[in-house]
Every structure is written in structure tokens, then in C-alpha cells.
């Protein structure tokens, strides 16, 4: 079995699975049994001066048949009283010493800081995590993600936090910036030991259209929330990416946002974080699936020859590079495999209207054709095609660089009319008719 203990800038934990500070990490009883099954930390539900929360607190985007494809929450900071935080701490690091137990914290003032620094240090934390990013409710209040879209005052609260702290800092980034650079940067400034991204995105997920409130609705009124869950993972992989390619002033990272299964924390790692925190998954299959993404990662090790994680950590980041590195003569094109074929013609569709007109219809057979001279090789028949594996994208490098589009000739080489009847009648033009409907 390949050695799946982490140290994240100071903080070592058994596995890299760590669940994200949120509901499932409100109590001590949730976090030990988080620890049972599976999971290696835990940050802690920030804490700060209790809130008082609403009801109804979250709201969901569900995609055809898939539910909370993206998960909204107005939802604050904890709600119980600190004392009682502290006290179940103690008890979990009791019984679970070589798990990595980490206080998010969110307070206002240079003492508060020290103050509760010292709280969750002595009650046994392995660790500090800043919440710079909750960006609905504290930021109003001059916290969350006011902070982190401020790298000045950033870097001002993490050297107070460094003033007293014994134990590694972590500071949470909020996504909602433009440049997520600039406040990893003042976190390193600021002598944090490692930065956690991203928390939630700020946003709306819909409207009740008979009330007309957005959702989630309290007492007929709503307000913005912050986003998170599958649909979040490409935007945070991508700013996961820009803090890991840092040249001067990398942090370690725990990366956080859409992970579900094994798959995604391999993604995560390959992309150069140290671990990974999990929030909306567990809230919507429960702690189980740490059981999937242990043996998914051990299996995945194994094929691939790696023995530690660490070994793993940032092997995708050489590959990620600047569009004028890419090569302009790399050349691939679809090839549908005629067998797999439902005949949905989905492909069809697509690159007619949609891209480039790169595949025909014959009338013998529902099954399109590639017309191989027009496809630039966009990958869109393969995306939208709902058969795995039916279009494939091979590779055709003729040594020349690709144009997406011929220019249209007076000489008849490109014909410049074509009357297609689901175009109501109109002629209109497109690289190549005898192709694009074959009549043969
Ligand atoms: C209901 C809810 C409450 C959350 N509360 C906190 C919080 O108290 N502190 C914090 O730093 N992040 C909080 N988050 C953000 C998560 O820790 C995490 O950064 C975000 O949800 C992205 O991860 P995910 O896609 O796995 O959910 C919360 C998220 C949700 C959904």
C-alpha cells in the first residue's frame, strides 16, 4: 500500500481527506466520526463571535437528473457558543491525536484575534485556518471575503494571527477577485504557512418566479449566497493552478471545490496541491465517501508507481503552459466508429450550426459522416455525443499550421451557395456542399 500521509505546511495528517469547514464539522461528534470512517482533518466550523442564523439557509442548481450540481448557502459562521467548540476540540484530540484538527477562525480585532488564537491553541488545534473568503453576511461586516479582496489587510491580519501563533496558518482565499495571485501573495507576506482555496463563489441560483424572491427564500426575501459543489471544481482547479505555478512566493496548498470522488483529488494534486477539503459531497452522500476516495487513490498510486503522495503533487503543472506555447501544427480530427453509432445525429447537429460543418448526412444511412478537409479537430461531436468512446479524435499532423476557415473563392474551388431546406429555404454558404449532404 502506497503511504498516504500529508504534511501541509507544518500540519501532518494520515491521508490528504480533509473535510472543508462547514456543517459537517460543526460538533465534535461529526468530526469523530468523520475520523472512523475514514477521513485524515478536519477544519473546524469557523468560529468567532457566535451568529444567530437564518432559516432557509441553502439553495441548489440541479442539472437534468443530476441534484445539486451546484450548492448555494447564506449560511454564517457557527451559531454555538465558543466555549462549547473548545471543549469538543479537546475531546477529539483525544481520541484521534494523529488526526490534523484545524479552527477556522473569523474575527475583528487585533486582540480578538490573539485572543481566540490562544482559545483553540490550547485546546488542543493542530492548526489555523484564516477565513478570508465567506463572501455573503461577514463581509458586510468588514470580514470574509472583505479581507481577502484586500491583499493590504490580509497580510495585516495574518501577521497578527503570526504574532501569537505556535501553530502552522493557513489562509483561506475567496474566489471572488480577479487575480487570485495577489492575495496568495500577501498571504506569504503576511508568513502564512500554506493558503486553502477556494470558498465559495458569490452567488444567485435561481428565482422562485411566482413569489419572485431568488432562492433561498427567508420570510419572502432572499439574499446572495455562496456557490460551491461540482460545479465550482473548474474555477478553483484553474486558481489552484495560477498559486501552484507561483515562482516566488509559492505557499503550499489545500485545495478545495467540487471534489467528489477519487478522480478529482488525484486532479487536485496533479495541480499542485499538498491535500484536499470536502465539503458539498459530504453534505449531500455523507462521511462514506472517503471509503471510495482512499481506495481510488491507493489504486491509482499503484498503476502509476507512485509511493508517496507528495511524490504526486504538482506532476500536471509542466504540462499547463501559456496558449502561445501550445503547437499551432498539432492536428487531430474525429473519426465517428460507425458500430457504437445510435444514430442521434447530436453531432451532426452540433457542428452543423454550432462549429464548423465538418460532418455530413447521406441519405442511405441515419449514421453522419466526418468530412475530414473541414474539422479543425474542436473535440465538440466527441463532447456532445452521448455514446462513450463513439467519436474518437485521431491524430492527423501534416507538418502545417491549421485555419479554421478557407477563404471564400470567386473561382468555384469553394462553392458559395447552398440550399439547405432546414435553413427555410435560404441559400447560404458553406465550405463544401457535395459533402455536407451527400446525395451521391
Ligand atoms: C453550508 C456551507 C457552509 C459553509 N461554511 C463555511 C465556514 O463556516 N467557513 C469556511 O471557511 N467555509 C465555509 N464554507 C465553504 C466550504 O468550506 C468550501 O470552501 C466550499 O463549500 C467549496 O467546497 P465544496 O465545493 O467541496 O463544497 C461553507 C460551505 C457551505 C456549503
Known sequence: MADLSVNLGGISSPNPFWLASAPPTNSGYQVM?????????????????????VSSRYGAVNYRDIRMMGFNNIELITDRPLKDNLKEIEEVKKYFPEHAVIASLMV???????????????????????????????????????????????????????EVAHTPVIVKLTPNITDITEPALAAHKGKADAISLINTIQSLVGVDIDQMVPYPIVDGKSTNGGYCGPAVKPIAQNMVKNCAQLEYGRLPISGIGGIENWRDVVEYLLLGATNVQVCTAVMHYGFGIVRDLESGLQQYMKDKGFQTVNEMVGKALGNVTSWENLNLKYKIVAEIHQEKCIECQLCYTACEDGAHQAIGLSEK????????????????????????????????DNGQEQITWKERTENG???????DPLAGGRDHWVPDPKDAFNKE
Request: a negative charge; proline letters at 5%; one cysteine or more.
Open 33 to 53: 466520526k468523520a475520523f472512523d470512517q475514514g477521513w485524515g482533518g478536519a477544519v473546524w466550523k469557523t468560529l468567532g463571535v457566535p451568529v444567530v442564523n
Open 365 to 396: 444511412s441515419r449514421i453522419p459522416y466526418i468530412i475530414e478537409e473541414n474539422c479543425v479537430g474542436c473535440n465538440l461531436c466527441s463532447l456532445v455525443c452521448p455514446v462513450e468512446e463513439c467519436i474518437t479524435m485521431e491524430r492527423r
Open 108 to 162: 475583528e480585532s487585533r486582540e480578538e484575534w490573539h485572543q481566540i488564537v490562544k482559545d483553540v491553541e490550547n485546546a488542543g488545534a493542530d492548526g489555523l485556518e484564516l477565513n478570508f473568503g465567506c463572501p455573503h453576511g461577514m463581509c458586510e461586516r468588514g470580514m470574509g471575503s472583505a479581507v481577502g479582496q484586500e491583499p493590504n489587510v490580509l497580510e495585516t491580519i495574518t501577521s497578527w494571527v503570526k
Open 413 to 419: 474551388t469553394i462553392p458559395t451557395t447552398f440550399n
